[in-house]
């Protein structure tokens, strides 16, 4: 066991290895799969510590005509599971909770990755179901907004503070912790925690400033899901601040409260982390104007995500060398998903796909917005259409939208359309080694990075410019859309459609009259998303600009 204490330790709610292993719901687990990958090939000293949330997000299925929302308990422990021996206790909301720790075996090729659970034997009904479902659970699943706000409170505490017990006991001396987004900052708060009890003499200001030198983090989104507030009255209960330790209800206040008299959970991080990231180089910007004005927090850095191309990359578009050889490859892997999931579709025709998290401010209904209009272009024989993504259990919009677009994809108006259910990371990589063009479609400035893009093999991007997306050479994807919000939603959403159809135009046209610059242009993306878009070179920033 590795007892340097040179070792990173990344902390995430959530981590994307193997399909086999639902411990994930989107891009964040993905990005932390990835680098947990990529940290072994690149001799970096990393430790990885999640959640073993054994019922995941959820399982999406078609049910009658509508889309049906899962649960399946996850059991295969023995296949997939090193028992550690370790199990400790935290106190949550006045309860023992048991903390076991797992560690992934070793046989994906990754840094030591160790999950922390609390649905075990001994515990209790409510504390097993802290760490069974991801981020808490749901409403879906029977909660009302009251208990979901404790049961996340409680997560979080068993995922920072368990993380830290976790490795101290796994005889790991961290010279950095890595929190991914606001829902670790538990373990912010633990480290300051343990400094003021272990150095009596210690002021406030000088622990905060010791836990700066070991803490890093990363926030991975602007939008409020990933910069969760809770009522302080909550947040003091589930950690049972009754005075008697150095932390306090005053403290968090002055640590995480946010301009609505609430707990912050970035707040937090940001305000007890040396330095901090934003995933792209917009996103910076966007970053500092959300943070601007508030005290003491992190220097803020960009460093653009990336993603593990030896993993997503399949064998035959990294041999390709030559503009045949890439189109060969694509008409293969576009071959395999349309007798997979469409066997009427034309592999000769091009094929768009759309593939990520189902929320708002993806718009993955953008395309129709204008349902004319996309009917004929999908009738008339130049383009076809797959679709799949999850909304989250509690966003009956989004549930409502998928199951629209699910009846417009059983119309007679709309052939060539065609929405999966169970988006994982199986059909991440089939669709992006299918399709001709990848479409994204973020209400911008909402879009961090986004990685999807990042994966499509041999796939053309048309993209609105946000996230990574702006820094892409804009000759390999066609760029479409606005770069800044608008004042009115509704007006940018116009304007953007706008864009699209004059976007998937201009695609449509390459690719069928110019069939040599399509190709080449798909080489090119291919051989830009190897070099400029991997996780290596992310990873490399990391140790040079964030641990340093």
Request: hydrophobic fraction near 40%; charged fraction near 25%; glycine fraction near 8%.
């Amino acid at each position: 066991m590795d007892t340097n204490n040179e070792v990173v330790a990344s902390i995430s709610p959530e981590i994307a290895i193997d399909q086999r292993l639902p411990f994930y719901s989107g891009g964040l687990g993905v990005v932390e799969g990835d680098s947990a990958r990529t940290a072994p090939k690149m001799g970096y000293n990393m430790v990885f510590v999640s959640l073993l949330a054994r019922e995941g997000y959820y399982d999406q299925y078609i049910d009658e005509n509508k889309m049906g929302i899962r649960y399946v308990r996850w059991e295969r422990e023995q296949e997939f599971l090193d028992d550690t021996g370790i199990l400790f206790p935290i106190e949550v909301n006045g309860k023992i909770n048991w903390v076991k720790v797992w560690q992934i075996k070793d046989i994906f090729n990754t840094a030591p990755i160790y999950l922390l659970d609390t649905d075990i034997e001994q515990n209790d009904y409510l504390a097993r179901l802290n760490t069974r479902r991801l981020y808490g659970g749901t409403c879906h699943s029977g909660l009302n907004t009251e208990e979901l706000g404790k049961r996340k409170v409680a997560q979080f505490q068993i995922l920072g503070q368990g993380a830290v017990e976790a490795l101290r006991r796994l005889k790991y001396r961290p010279r950095k912790y890595h929190l991914n987004e606001g829902h670790c900052a538990f373990a912010a708060l633990e480290l300051l925690n343990r400094t003021l009890l272990e150095s009596e003499n210690m002021t406030l200001q000088e622990a905060v400033k010791h836990c700066k030198s070991k803490i890093v983090f990363t926030t991975h989104t602007p939008v409020p899901a990933g910069n969760e507030s809770f009522d302080f009255s909550v947040v003091s209960q589930m950690m049972n601040l009754n005075g008697h330790g150095p932390l306090n209800v005053e403290l968090l206040k002055i640590l995480g409260g946010d301009p609505f008299g609430q707990f912050n959970l970035a707040s937090c991080c940001m305000r007890l982390s040396g330095k901090a990231n934003a995933v792209s180089q917009k996103h910076l910007g966007v970053a500092k104007d959300m943070w601007e004005g508030m005290d003491g927090i992190a220097p803020l850095i960009g460093i653009t995500n990336g993603v593990d191309q030896d993993f997503w990359q399949y064998e035959d578009f990294k041999d390709a060398d030559t503009p045949e050889k890439t189109a060969a490859a694509k008409l293969a892997h576009k071959s395999e998903v349309i007798n997979k999931y469409a066997p009427w579709f034309d592999p000769n025709i091009a094929l768009g796909c759309w593939g990520r998290r189902w929320a708002a401010y993806k718009r993955p209904q953008l395309f129709f917005r204008d349902a004319e209009w996309a009917s004929n272009i999908l009738k008339n024989g130049k383009l076809q259409l797959i679709i799949a993504g999850k909304p989250h259990p509690d966003d009956k919009d989004r549930i409502d939208d998928w199951n629209n677009l699910l009846k417009l994809s059983k119309s007679k108006d709309f052939p060539n359309l065609v929405l999966l259910p169970g988006y994982e990371l199986g059909m991440m990589k089939e669709l992006q080694g299918a399709a001709d063009i990848w479409i994204n479609t973020p209400r911008s400035p909402n879009e961090a990075s986004g990685t999807s893009g990042m994966k499509a093999n041999g796939a053309i991007n048309l993209t609105i410019p946000d996230g990574w997306a702006c820094e892409m050479e804009p000759t390999n994807g066609f760029l479409f859309g606005t770069y800044a919000p608008m004042s009115n939603i509704f007006t940018q959403d116009n304007a953007d459609f706008e864009g699209l159809k004059e976007a998937v135009n201009n695609a449509l046209t390459m690719h069928y009259f110019n069939r040599k610059d399509w190709n080449r242009k798909m080489l090119n993306s291919n051989r830009e998303r190897m070099e400029r878009w991997s996780m290596k070179r992310t990873l490399g920033a990391y140790f040079e600009k964030l641990y340093k």
